[in-house]
């Protein structure tokens, strides 16, 4: 159904959030963040959230110093490179440059900064023909969320609860997001999204529908919702998971899991209220699940994510050497064996960036990243990271097993500094690079970051079943068909 345009601003912030210190204030909006069994009342102060969110202030301040990750939109304001709708190959060059630049702050483990949904918030806002009859919402929340530098986050898994189930099957229908309510200012929502990569930090939640294996029919009419709501909207409770943040004497014994743990959500939105100026899909089972192949969202997704490896294995590969060296290892052909695959695959990762991005194809109101190439790097990143990760933890050895608890402690005892020493560093050097090495490879943050980066855009073996079938569409039975023929004309021929 769709309703009449009003001018109702439903946006908050209403002002740009301009630098840092913005961007903290408008944290402290009254949302609900559910954790250890408490409410926080403000997650910029509290020892499990306040890290990050200072991280993500500090993004905030280099994007307000440095004019070229700005740019002037058709409304004047003045926004983050990210969110420009690309029209050609150089705008694409110019969209992932401001992201590498974002990326290089946290040498690439900050996995959905405010870069990362750029993109995707963009490919929301040229793809108006797709939502109609509520295109002119899209447009309006692609065009807030850019001008106003809001961070957004999204949420589309439903909950693990039954897999073989669709959604109106399940015994208590309330489990997965539905609508429940429909008014003549809005929707009332209910039930739940599985997991959100740093909500506690977002300001706006884009709601969209993943359901697994299960398509939606009419039945599940209630569950074809896509929308966005506001992180202190009344009704929703934000519960993060643990922290991985560790109780250290210094930070430079945990120094990334210290600053980077961005605190991934399970979201429950009990009877949130949605206005229709918020709502981008109702009740339109086939639009609800048509999403990840109709708009370039998904590729989007997956595109930020090989974008942001070029940093990762560089830096992986830097540790790796680092490590090699300090043992004295560094010319021993098993490491450099492994060294040499290690810069192969930070070399694959450009490369796929590069073709990607120069074999861009026509989207909507603009251009797009090359949808085959970004599809296949989808389908094989859990085999790469695992690999990659396996390399510089053989790499390592199990140095990193015996580490000393802290760096204080080589201070209490100064004597010890002696016999923790490397080949080419000293024991304090050694302490610390083999800290880095447990940190990004071994520790919980590790643990987390392997699993988000290996599967949080979709379970491997449906993702290579998607690839298979996309590429039927690209006639290999033809193809072969084509191949014979020549090779049968040649014979007769030759």
């Given at each position: 159904m769709s309703r009449p345009k009003t001018d109702r601003d439903v946006y908050q912030p209403r002002e740009t959030i301009k630098n840092g210190s913005d961007y903290l204030e408008s944290l402290r909006d009254g949302r609900t963040v559910i954790y250890h069994g408490e409410t926080v009342d403000d997650v910029t102060r509290h020892p499990a959230f306040a890290p990050y969110a200072r991280v993500i202030a500090r993004i905030y301040d280099v994007i307000a110093s440095e004019e070229s990750l700005l740019y002037t939109t058709e409304t004047g304001a003045q926004a983050f490179v990210p969110y420009l709708l690309p029209q050609n190959v150089e705008d694409l060059k110019r969209i992932r440059e401001a992201m590498e630049r974002i990326h290089a702050l946290s040498a690439g483990m900050i996995v959905q900064g405010p870069e990362y949904k750029g993109p995707v918030i963009s490919g929301l806002g040229a793809a108006g023909p797709y939502f109609v009859p509520y295109q002119d919402n899209?447009?309006?929340?692609?065009?807030?969320?850019?001008?106003?530098?809001?961070?957004?986050?999204?949420?589309?898994?439903?909950?693990?609860?039954?897999?073989?189930?669709?959604?109106?099957?399940?015994?208590?229908?309330?489990?997965?997001?539905?609508?429940?309510?429909?008014?003549?200012?809005?929707?009332?929502?209910?039930?739940?999204?599985?997991?959100?990569?740093?909500a506690p930090f977002n300001h706006e939640m884009l709601i969209l529908r993943y359901g697994g294996a299960h398509r939606l029919t009419p039945e599940d009419a209630d569950y074809a919702f896509i929308g966005a709501v506001p992180l202190n909207a009344p009704g929703l409770k934000v519960f993060s998971r643990q922290s991985f943040r560790p109780p250290v004497a210094d930070p430079l014994d945990a120094p990334f899991s210290t600053l980077f743990d961005d605190n991934d959500s399970f979201l429950?939105?009990?009877?949130?209220?949605?206005?229709?100026?918020?709502?981008?899909?109702?009740?339109?089972?086939?639009?609800?699940?048509?999403?990840?192949?109709?708009?370039?969202?998904?590729?989007?997704?997956?595109?930020?994510?090989?974008?942001?490896?070029?940093?990762?294995?560089?830096?992986?590969?830097?540790?790796?050497?680092?490590?090699?060296?300090?043992?004295?290892?560094i010319g021993f052909r098993g490491q450099q064996e492994r060294l040499g695959e290690l810069v192969a695959w930070t070399q694959m990762m450009k490369a796929l960036v590069y073709a990607a991005e120069t074999k861009a194809v026509p989207y909507y109101q603009g251009v797009m990243p090359n949808p085959e190439i970004?599809?296949?790097?989808?389908?094989?990143?859990?085999?790469?990271?695992?690999?990659?990760?396996?390399?510089?933890?053989?790499?390592?050895?199990?140095?990193?097993?015996?580490?000393?608890?802290?760096?204080?402690?080589?201070?209490?005892?100064?004597?010890?500094?002696?016999?923790?020493?490397?080949?080419?560093?000293?024991?304090?050097?050694?302490?610390?690079?083999?800290?880095?090495?447990?940190?990004?490879?071994?520790?919980?943050?590790?643990?987390?970051?392997?699993?988000?980066?290996?599967?949080?855009?979709?379970?491997?073996?449906?993702?290579?079943?998607?690839?298979?079938?996309?590429?039927?569409?690209?006639?290999?039975?033809?193809?072969?068909?084509?191949?014979?023929?020549?090779?049968?004309?040649?014979?007769?021929?030759?």
């Open positions: 899209v447009a309006r929340f692609y065009t807030v969320v850019r001008d106003r530098r809001l961070y957004p986050g999204n949420a589309f898994t439903d909950p693990q609860i039954d897999r073989s189930k669709r959604p109106s099957e399940l015994a208590n229908p309330d489990l997965v997001l539905r609508v429940v309510q429909e008014r003549d200012d809005g929707v009332i929502i209910r039930g739940a999204k599985m997991v959100s990569t740093a429950f939105f009990d009877d949130v209220f949605v206005p229709w100026e918020r709502v981008f899909v109702y009740r339109d089972p086939e639009k609800a699940d048509n999403w990840l192949s109709q708009t370039n969202m998904a590729v989007q997704l997956v595109y930020g994510d090989l974008i942001r490896w070029q940093t990762k294995f560089a830096f992986y590969t830097a540790l790796a050497v680092k490590v090699a060296k300090a043992n004295g290892t970004v599809l296949t790097f989808r389908a094989l990143r859990p085999m790469i990271y695992k690999r990659v990760v396996e390399l510089v933890q053989e790499i390592a050895g199990s140095g990193a097993a015996t580490l000393l608890s802290s760096l204080k402690d080589l201070e209490s005892v100064p004597e010890i500094v002696e016999f923790v020493r490397g080949a080419a560093v000293d024991g304090l050097e050694r302490t610390k690079l083999y800290k880095v090495v447990w940190d990004v490879v071994h520790s919980d943050f590790a643990s987390r970051s392997e699993l988000t980066e290996r599967l949080h855009t979709g379970n491997t073996g449906d993702v290579l079943i998607q690839l298979f079938f996309g590429a039927q569409g690209m006639g290999l039975d033809a193809h072969y068909d084509q191949v014979m023929e020549q090779v049968e004309k040649l014979i007769r021929e030759v």
